[in-house]
Each structure stands twice: as structure tokens, then as C-alpha cells.
């Protein structure tokens, strides 16, 4: 090649990656934006969510605690000192600053156990070799060792839920705030933020082991990091959710199972309405978020016309499932990065009557896993799948679906458009913008 020529090649080279630069650039800038407080720095406690920003902001949006007073302004470090802010006499909104990493156990799970309660008992008495697989233990008296494990169960319950009130801004200080092994309870209530906080699993310190769960049985526990339990109005952004020092992976197996001690790290149930989730990191966690609890007649009756949720920016990594898994509700999921590690299930759940609209989002799947993981049928809802990317090519997440499913075939068309949407980045831009932008410690 002659230099003149090569010279040629090497400016128009320059030139597209400039021009590949300054839109990725112009993009996050234009993300950026659409964050309150980027170019209007202020007390981010008092940030609300902007208008058009996700279902949250439909009808009266969002603002949390932002026009508290100065005396409900509480800045706490303990799990007493937080429990006591939420519970604050008076209705009027309410901020509470979190600085550091609050533990809801930090003196272990031995302090809830009741005296009595011997686990390597329970496991002598409820083995499938003396028990069977045919009775569950709903019927053993409080002085079995279930009974007792109930009791303790019952204490723990008490301890490490805490409940959230209308009007209410909880936010973390700095970079490293977050709650570790608590339960936070959006029930009931309107108006709710949580922002920049690192929500470490809760693990159940007393599982239930239920015989006649499946061909083997299994153990199953309770709490979650964060429930909006028949609440409007709540924002969760810039947070992320881990299992921490607890993984799955390093939990002990018996009678053949695995000793479960974790549940969800966010349900979205019971009628619940009108939430945005964006910004967060979900991570290593295996039952991740569930929209709508159960495919029961009563359960629906309360849920139909509501779960109205949007998820838009958030990194879901090394997730096996529930990412989210959906039920009945309006679930808008845009410009979302999803990193499957090698345990991964799927991703979106396809539950009873769900209109779920899955839009340019990114996925990065290990070599070996097939675009048609990404869906899981759990029932025939129709559901709107476009503009995603997987491994940096397009694809269509249904079509897959079908070729690999044809016996279970899911079908295109959620039956709505969402309208409550920030800036819509194309899909090959999302992995770069979202990881350099979500979780907690990166709110500005």
C-alpha cells in the first residue's frame, strides 16, 4: 500500500472512531442530564424524581421526604438508631441519612434462638430416613423442635424487618452506606425513595425444611432485601444488591438440598403500584425480583390492573433468575445490562397475564448459552421484545424463544407502549453507560 493510501485509511479510521467516541460521549451526557442534580448540584436528600422518569412518576410522582423539615432530617449509623427514625412520631416526610454499613445482626443469628432450639435436633428428627417425604411439619407442636424453630423464626421476624412510612427519603452518605441483614417493609405507604445504599442479603437464620416441597423436598426461606408490599409511588435508585459474605455457593447442603438462606432481593406485590427501579445493581443471587407472588384467584384479584414497574439503566450480574419474573403487571424494562455467570436460568419469567415490554437492553451470555435463555414461559402472556442486543449482535429474544421452545411458543405483543421513559440509549451503547453508572457510591 502506498503511503499516501495508507495515510488515507488511517484518517478516515481516526475519524470513525472519533465519531463513535463523541456519541457514546453525547450519550452519556444526555443520560447524565436526565439524573437530578447533575448540572443543578443540591442536597441530593431532597432530590425527587423527575417527571417522565418510569412509572413512578405517574399522577402525583414522586418526592419522598424532599419537604422535610430540618428536625425530620435524621442522620443515623445504628440499626437502633434507624428503626427509631422510621418509627418518629408524626406523618409529615422524613429523611433519613445512613452512614456506613448499618448490620440488623451484627450480635449473630445465636441471639434469636429461643432456649431449646438444637438444629442438629431438628435435622435428627425431620431426616428423610425417621420423618419421610409424605408429611410436611405444619402440624408439630411448639415444643418440637419445628416449634421451637418457629419461635425463633417469629424473634428474628421482629428484628430485622423495618417498615417504612409514607413521604420518606432513605439515602446513603457517601460511598459506602448500605444495610446488611435487614428486611426493609414499603407497605402500604405512598411516596417512598431509597437511594445509594448496598443492600446485603438478610439470611434466614432458621429455614424451614418442607418434605413435600418437589420430588426431594427443600428448604425455604423467608425476607427479602426490600418488599413494596401494596404500596404507590416508590423509588429505588442507585442502589446495589448482593449476597456479600453469604453467597449461595458457600452454603452447606443437606438432605441432599441445598440449604437455602436466602429468598428475593426485591418483591413487588399484593396490588402494589407505580414503582421505578433504575440505576441499581442486582448481583450474585439466584431468586433475584418477583412481580406478583402467586397465580391464585385471590392473589389476582387484588394485583389485576396493577405492578405497574419500570426498570430502565440497572446491571443485573452473576443472577440465576427473576431478573425480574413477572406476574399481571405493566413491567417496562429498558437499557438494562444483563452479565449471566455460568449458573445462570433466564432472565425475564413470563407469568400469568404479565405485559411485559423488554426493550433495548443489553445482554453479555457466557460462549455456549443461546439467546433463547433469556425468556422463561411460565404461562401463555404475549409479551414486546425489541431492539435487544446479545454478545454486541441483534436479536430477537421471542424468535429464539420459539426455535428452541417450539412446543411452548411465546407470542409478540405486550397490548400497551410505555410513555413514562428518560432517554432511550440504543442497545450497543447500554453496557458502557450502565457500568460506569450504576450502584451505589455513584449517585451525583
Known amino acids: 500500500m502506498s503511503t499516501s493510501r495508507w495515510h488515507g485509511h488511517a ?18 451526557a ?15 436528600a431532597r432530590q425527587t424524581l423527575p417527571a417522565n422518569d418510569g412509572w413512578a412518576s405517574h399522577g402525583t410522582g414522586t418526592t419522598g421526604g424532599a419537604a422535610a423539615a430540618e428536625e425530620r432530617v435524621f442522620t443515623v449509623s445504628t440499626w437502633a438508631e434507624f428503626k427509631a427514625a422510621l418509627a ?63 419461635a425463633s423464626a417469629a424473634r428474628q421476624d421482629g428484628a430485622i424487618k423495618a417498615n417504612v412510612p409514607a413521604d420518606t427519603t432513605i439515602i446513603g452518605v457517601g460511598r459506602n452506606a448500605g444495610l ?49 408490599y401494596g404500596s404507590t409511588h416508590v423509588w429505588l435508585d442507585h442502589n446495589t444488591f448482593t449476597d456479600g459474605e453469604h453467597p449461595d455457593s458457600a452454603a452447606p447442603t443437606h438432605f441432599g438440598m441445598l440449604y437455602q438462606q436466602h429468598d428475593g432481593q426485591l418483591d413487588i406485590v399484593k396490588g402494589a403500584d407505580y414503582v421505578t427501579a433504575s440505576w441499581n ?12 407472588n402467586s397465580d391464585s384467584e385471590s392473589t389476582a384479584a387484588v394485583d389485576r390492573g396493577h405492578l405497574k414497574t419500570t426498570f430502565h439503566h440497572n446491571r443485573f450480574e452473576d443472577l440465576v433468575e427473576r431478573a425480574p419474573r413477572v406476574r399481571f403487571g405493566q413491567v417496562d424494562v429498558y437499557n438494562n445490562h444483563f452479565v449471566a455467570g455460568e449458573d445462570y436460568s433466564y432472565s425475564f419469567g413470563i407469568g400469568k397475564e404479565s405485559q411485559l415490554v ?3 437492553n443489553a445482554f453479555t451470555l457466557p460462549d455456549g448459552v443461546s439467546p433463547a435463555k433469556v425468556l422463561k414461559r411460565w404461562n401463555d402472556s404475549p409479551l414486546t421484545a425489541a431492539h435487544n442486543r ?4 441483534a436479536a430477537d429474544l421471542i424468535a429464539a424463544h420459539n426455535a428452541e421452545n417450539p412446543d411452548t411458543p411465546l407470542r409478540s405483543g405486550a397490548g400497551w407502549t410505555p410513555t413514562l421513559r428518560t432517554k432511550v440509549l440504543p442497545a450497543w451503547a447500554v453496557p ?8 451505589a457510591g455513584r449517585l451525583r
Do not use: M
Not at 431449646?116 to 435436633?121: E, I, L, R, S, T
Open 432 to 439: 458502557f453507560i450502565v457500568d460506569h453508572g450504576a450502584g
Open 30 to 44: 444526555a443520560t447524565a442530564q436526565a439524573r437530578p442534580g447533575h448540572h443543578h448540584p443540591r442536597d441530593t
Open 390 to 393: 446479545v454478545n454486541g449482535r
Open 180 to 228: 446488611k441483614g435487614a428486611s426493609l417493609q414499603i407497605k402500604g405507604v405512598d411516596n417512598v425513595i431509597v437511594r445509594n445504599l448496598t443492600f446485603e442479603s438478610p439470611v434466614d437464620c432458621f429455614p424451614q425444611w418442607d418434605p413435600t416441597d418437589g420430588d426431594k423436598g427443600n428448604w425455604n426461606s423467608e425476607y427479602d432485601s426490600a418488599v413494596v
Open 88 to 150: 418518629a412520631e408524626g406523618t409529615a416526610p422524613r429523611i433519613i441519612k445512613v452512614k456506613g454499613t448499618i448490620d440488623a445482626v451484627s450480635e449473630g443469628c445465636g441471639t434469636f434462638a429461643v432456649p431449646g432450639y438444637d438444629f442438629d435436633a431438628y435435622l435428627e428428627r425431620y431426616s428423610p430416613e425417621n420423618w419421610g417425604r409424605e408429611t410436611d411439619l405444619s402440624d408439630e407442636p411448639d415444643d418440637s423442635p419445628e416449634g421451637l424453630r418457629r
Open 11 to 28: 484518517i478516515k479510521r481516526t475519524a470513525a472512531l472519533v465519531g463513535c467516541t463523541a456519541l457514546v460521549l453525547s450519550l452519556t
Open 281 to 292: 445493581v442486582f448481583t450474585e443471587h439466584d431468586k433475584t425480583i418477583l412481580i406478583g
Open 358 to 360: 423488554a426493550e433495548h
